[in-house]
């Protein structure tokens, strides 16, 4: 195919001839013809987001437009937490962690019951809201932060906890790095009872997110707020 007075000439080895193939020569050419060449030299561009060129924020929102949500999720990286932690919950929010049931989508399980409990399926839903491991770990965070009981039903709710705590700016931060550290601590419990077999309970889990909370915190901001 070449280009002759801004239309294309097809060089065909056999004509389209099924509906299916017309239709893709028509798509084709569509596109074609939205091309204009000139003499520049060539160059790299984020067609997602033109003005500002590249960025993660487009990227995320790319990705997130791909998988045909196109609203943006409610997800607020916390600066005080590492990024692993961030991640993890991120992935959550877009129920992109590998559990049983979300691998068995590609791959066949033996068992999609919860690693924690045995009892439940274990989707992201059971994992992080309604599991027993987790439930005792949020009412842990609660009594923690000096907050009432926490009650959610969606992992999205876990990512809205410090939004509806009736405490100043500076705690919300607080609250919302701990809930982000408390949702990889589980995570991370859940991966070893799966990969190593050891049995992690909610206590350690809270131990865990305790330690580690303060730890990131101290580090990170240079501030005794945790106690
Ligand atoms: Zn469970």
């Not at 409610?74 to 959550?92: E, L, M, S, Y």
């Amino acid at each position: 195919m070449k280009r002759e007075n801004d239309s294309f000439a097809w060089n065909w080895s056999r004509q389209p001839e099924s509906i299916v193939e017309l239709k893709e020569w028509q798509d084709c050419s569509e596109t074609l013809n939205m091309v204009t060449l000139n003499n520049s030299k060539d160059r790299w561009v984020w067609i997602e987001d033109s003005k500002d060129g590249f960025s993660v924020k487009a990227v995320k929102k790319a990705l997130i437009a791909e998988r045909g949500n196109g609203r943006l999720t409610n997800f607020d990286w916390c600066k005080w937490v590492p990024i692993k932690c961030n991640i993890v919950a991120w992935r959550g929010n877009l129920d992109r962690l590998a559990t049983r049931v979300n691998l068995r989508r590609n791959v066949d399980i033996i068992s999609v019951m919860c690693p924690f409990c045995n009892e439940f399926e274990k989707t992201m839903k059971h994992l992080f809201t309604a599991c027993l491991v987790a439930t005792r770990v949020w009412a842990a965070i609660s009594v923690w932060c000096k907050i009432p009981p926490i009650y959610i039903f969606e992992f999205k709710d876990i990512l809205d906890i410090h939004n509806y705590s009736q405490v100043e700016k500076k705690a919300k931060n607080i609250i919302q790095g701990l809930v982000i550290i408390s949702c990889w601590s589980i995570w991370k419990g859940r991966n070893e009872v799966v990969f190593n077999q050891i049995s992690r309970s909610p206590q350690e889990i809270v131990r865990e997110i305790k330690s580690r909370g303060y730890a990131w915190f101290k580090n990170r901001t240079s501030c005794n707020y945790i106690s």
